[in-house]
């Protein structure tokens, strides 16, 4: 199954408007208060229109007299380098000309024109200033020219957007940004405020630079320790408002990224998000903030176990045990236990087997049977269908990984107890993903009968999306039972089939149609491997 797009889900943080207008109290005339001083609002008036053409000129002077008191700070700093009372002036008019570049996020149309000018690296150099002050200036300048909402989609726009970043990226902002990072205090007692803010700041300014330029979410991680960082932050037991960003912004550099996945890996990463996730394991998060910071590391998690040497650390750090845990516990993080099972078990042996020795195989089919827990949360159909779907998946990949031997038959058994009640919840699910599939099918074939382009292959892919995938590994689990040749499964098999007036070259049919879509993406052995194994159920049917 494929991980959930971890994208940021919260708004960022808005920056204030200062040129806001204020609203008249109420009960004036004409929006005028009889006790306001017209002279005043006269001024107010001329101050809203004072505001500067941003232009070529206009960015000229700017950027002159940034460098000028640049020039100045570093001349104060060198000749008195310890009385900071002779700087501290120089630094103040530098952090005032830094506030002033921040109009430039108004015109991203300047950026081609802000680079071209060399005022790059002196304002990434600042963020090495010995004043953490005026490096956090830097931070909160960088974050406001990133900004994607300043392209008001404007291609043009995109591309200037793109120049800077690119400029920014040779200058090494990822290293300086990261850097800076490691030097400000956001935890603990002794948390500075501010430098709590720049910490959100950065993280925002980072997501920013991948959102414009995808490709930074690796480099970020080869040439800096900020994966160290965020590892070292989702550890804190407290929660705050960075933690949650920190968890974000690990998902997005890990869900699109095999190199970053395996990199967090070897860090022991997979152990240290299965610490953060066990701290919710018997409780519930407190606010809406902490429950999707806990879905961030679900995602964290499920990204992680794509490669098949973190599913091993997986098992090894008895992240199967904890899930199972989890489940049993019946806390908000049921579905997300049961994602991160499907992730690690899929195309893992040793994870299944591990699941049936821990016992997990109970847990398991009672969600399979629909005794899911329910809370306001997760009343919506769609979460019931999500969990229904995973635990298909769940059920194919014990089947895959599990061959023979005891675990086998612990396995098949669970097919047969209860008077076979699980092979009629496989048939009411066989019967309720076809129907929707057959629904979806008519609709793409009356589209194509209103000349509507749509090739074979966006054709397959969206009858997947519709349930095919389900429907298919439903057929796959019927292939296992099948196969087994277990006299009283193949005959409540052939019974419901009849009831629901099927035979079995329906099956067959599915089985053939996911036989001659099985993909090569692991390499042309594994894909003879895989439609050798569903030409076998084909045949046996």
Same mark, same amino acid.
């Given at each position: 199954?494929?991980?959930?797009?971890?994208?940021?889900? @919260?708004?960022?943080?808005?920056?204030?408007?200062?040129?806001?207008?204020?609203?008249?109290?109420?009960?004036? @005339?004409?929006?005028?208060? %009889?006790?306001?001083? +017209?002279?005043?609002?006269?001024?107010?008036?001329?101050?809203?229109?004072?505001?500067?053409? #941003?232009?070529?000129?206009?960015?000229?002077?700017? *950027?002159?007299?940034?460098?000028?008191?640049?020039?100045?700070?570093?001349?104060?700093?060198?000749?008195? $380098?310890?009385?900071?009372? !002779?700087?501290?002036?120089?630094?103040?008019?530098?952090?005032?000309?830094?506030?002033?570049?921040?109009?430039?996020?108004?015109?991203?149309?300047?950026? $081609?024109?802000?680079? @071209?000018?060399?005022?790059?690296?002196?304002?990434?150099?600042?963020?090495?200033?010995?004043?953490?002050?005026?490096?956090?200036? *830097?931070?909160?300048?960088?974050?406001?020219?990133?900004?994607?909402?300043?392209?008001?989609?404007?291609?043009?726009?995109?591309?200037?957007?793109?120049?800077?970043?690119?400029?920014?990226?040779?200058?090494?902002?990822?290293?300086?940004?990261?850097?800076? #990072? &490691?030097?400000? @205090?956001?935890?603990?007692?002794?948390?500075?405020?501010?430098?709590?803010?720049?910490?959100?700041?950065?993280?925002?300014?980072?997501?920013?630079?991948?959102?414009?330029?995808?490709?930074?979410?690796?480099?970020?991680?080869?040439?800096?320790? +900020?994966?160290?960082?965020?590892?070292?932050?989702?550890?804190?037991?407290?929660?705050? %408002?960075?933690?949650?960003?920190?968890?974000?912004?690990?998902?997005? +550099?890990?869900?699109?990224?095999?190199?970053?996945?395996?990199?967090?890996?070897?860090?022991?990463?997979?152990?240290?998000?299965?610490?953060? =996730?066990?701290?919710?394991?018997?409780?519930?998060?407190?606010?809406?903030?902490?429950?999707?910071?806990?879905?961030?590391?679900?995602?964290?998690?499920?990204?992680?176990?794509?490669?098949?040497?973190?599913?091993? !650390?997986?098992?090894?750090?008895?992240?199967?045990?904890?899930?199972?845990?989890?489940?049993?516990?019946?806390?908000?993080? /049921?579905?997300?236990?049961?994602?991160?099972?499907?992730?690690?078990?899929?195309?893992?042996?040793?994870?299944?087997?591990?699941? =049936?020795?821990?016992?997990?195989?109970?847990?398991?089919?009672?969600?399979?049977?629909?005794?899911?827990?329910?809370?306001?949360?997760?009343?919506?159909?769609? /979460?019931?269908?999500?969990?229904?779907?995973?635990?298909?998946?769940?059920?194919?990949?014990?089947?895959?990984?599990?061959?023979?031997?005891?675990?086998?038959?612990? +396995?098949?058994?669970?097919?047969?107890?209860?008077?076979?009640?699980?092979?009629?919840?496989?048939?009411?699910?066989?019967?309720?993903? %076809?129907?929707?599939?057959?629904?979806?099918?008519?609709?793409?074939?009356?589209?194509?009968?209103?000349?509507?382009?749509?090739?074979?292959?966006?054709?397959?892919?969206?009858?997947?999306? %519709?349930?095919?995938?389900?429907?298919?590994?439903?057929?796959?689990?019927?292939?296992?039972?099948?196969?087994?040749? &277990? $006299?009283?499964? !193949?005959?409540?098999?052939?019974?419901?089939?009849?009831?629901?007036?099927?035979?079995?070259?329906?099956?067959?049919?599915?089985?053939?149609?996911?036989?001659?879509?099985?993909?090569?993406?692991?390499?042309?052995?594994?894909?003879?491997?895989?439609?050798?194994?569903?030409?076998?159920?084909?045949?046996?049917?």
């Amino acid at each position: 199954m494929e991980v959930a797009n971890a994208s940021r889900q @919260s708004s960022k943080r808005k920056r204030t408007d200062e040129n806001d207008v204020l609203l008249p109290p109420p009960g004036s @005339s004409n929006g005028v208060s %009889s006790n306001l001083d +017209l002279s005043l609002l006269e001024a107010l008036e001329k101050s809203q229109h004072a505001v500067e053409v #941003l232009d070529l000129r206009t960015l000229k002077r700017l *950027v002159l007299s940034f460098e000028r008191r640049l020039k100045e700070n570093i001349e104060a700093r060198l000749k008195y $380098p310890n009385q900071p009372d !002779r700087f501290a002036d120089s630094e103040l008019e530098l952090h005032e000309e830094l506030h002033k570049l921040k109009i430039l996020a108004g015109g991203p149309e300047l950026y $081609p024109d802000l680079v @071209s000018l060399n005022a790059i690296p002196s304002i990434l150099n600042l963020l090495a200033h010995d004043n953490t002050d005026i490096a956090i200036d *830097v931070v909160l300048l960088l974050q406001d020219l990133t900004d994607p909402d300043n392209d008001d989609d404007d291609e043009n726009n995109d591309e200037h957007a793109r120049i800077l970043v690119d400029a920014l990226v040779e200058n090494n902002v990822l290293e300086l940004l990261v850097q800076n #990072l &490691h030097r400000l @205090s956001d935890t603990g007692e002794a948390a500075d405020p501010d430098e709590m803010a720049a910490v959100y700041s950065t993280l925002a300014t980072i997501e920013n630079l991948i959102e414009v330029k995808p490709p930074v979410a690796e480099l970020v991680c080869e040439r800096t320790k +900020l994966l160290k960082w965020l590892l070292g932050r989702i550890k804190v037991r407290e929660f705050d %408002s960075n933690k949650q960003y920190a968890s974000e912004i690990l998902a997005i +550099l890990l869900q699109s990224s095999t190199a970053n996945q395996k990199r967090v890996g070897q860090m022991n990463g997979v152990d240290v998000v299965l610490q953060a =996730v066990a701290m919710y394991k018997s409780k519930d998060p407190k606010t809406s903030d902490e429950e999707e910071m806990l879905e961030n590391l679900f995602d964290c998690l499920c990204c992680l176990l794509m490669p098949l040497e973190n599913k091993e !650390r997986f098992v090894k750090a008895e992240g199967v045990e904890l899930m199972i845990i989890i489940m049993k516990q019946k806390k908000s993080a /049921y579905g997300s236990a049961i994602r991160a099972l499907d992730f690690a078990m899929t195309k893992s042996p040793p994870a299944c087997e591990r699941f =049936v020795d821990v016992l997990g195989l109970k847990t398991a089919f009672a969600a399979f049977m629909g005794k899911i827990p329910m809370s306001k949360k997760n009343k919506k159909e769609r /979460y019931q269908e999500e969990l229904e779907e995973r635990i298909v998946s769940l059920i194919a990949s014990l089947f895959g990984g599990i061959l023979r031997g005891s675990r086998r038959e612990r +396995l098949l058994s669970k097919f047969v107890e209860s008077e076979c009640e699980k092979i009629d919840r496989l048939m009411e699910l066989y019967m309720r993903y %076809s129907d929707r599939v057959r629904t979806e099918t008519d609709r793409l074939d009356s589209l194509e009968l209103d000349d509507l382009e749509m090739n074979e292959e966006e054709k397959y892919n969206r009858r997947l999306e %519709s349930g095919l995938y389900t429907l298919q590994l439903v057929a796959v689990i019927l292939g296992h039972l099948w196969c087994s040749e &277990h $006299p009283q499964m !193949r005959a409540r098999i052939e019974l419901l089939l009849k009831q629901q007036k099927l035979a079995r070259k329906d099956v067959k049919d599915i089985l053939q149609e996911f036989h001659d879509n099985i993909g090569d993406l692991d390499g042309p052995e594994e894909k003879e491997r895989a439609q050798g194994k569903i030409q076998r159920f084909i045949s046996a049917f």
